[in-house]
């Protein structure tokens, strides 16, 4: 199995930043597809990410696209989301998810997730 821990989130005013890291262990050498997702109170859980094996293709969702990144450092078997202008509403739970698809944006398609991460932020 895959195991995947999330951290970096927490409290930030709005306009600020944060970095969120998904670290992997488990059958990591086995190829998959990296995702971030987000689960606010009360909504369904909104694709935010996802980035190729190797690194190098992504996509993203129109609501984040150029104030969300992410990327993958393949020696530590992490992830990141970095997180610039951020509002009120991107407040919610951050999850991390790996897929054994190609890009997948449907959760359904991602077989390991994460605990998830609370990321606040204030107006």
């Known amino acids: 199995q895959v195991q995947l821990v999330e951290s970096g989130g927490g409290l930030v005013q709005a306009g600020g930043s944060l970095r969120l890291s998904c670290a992997a262990s488990?059958?990591?050498?086995?190829?998959?597809?990296m995702g971030w997702f987000r689960q606010a109170p009360g909504k369904e859980r909104e694709f935010l990410a996802t980035i190729s094996w190797s690194g190098g293709r992504t996509y993203y969702a129109d609501s984040v696209k150029g104030r969300f990144t992410i990327s993958r450092d393949s020696t530590k078997n992490t992830v990141y989301l970095q997180m610039n202008s951020l509002k009120h509403e991107d407040t919610a739970v951050y999850y991390c998810a790996a897929s054994p698809a190609a890009l997948p944006v449907r959760a359904v398609y991602y077989d390991y997730w994460g605990q998830g991460t609370q990321v606040t932020v204030s107006s």
């Open positions: 488990g059958r990591t050498f086995s190829p998959y597809a």
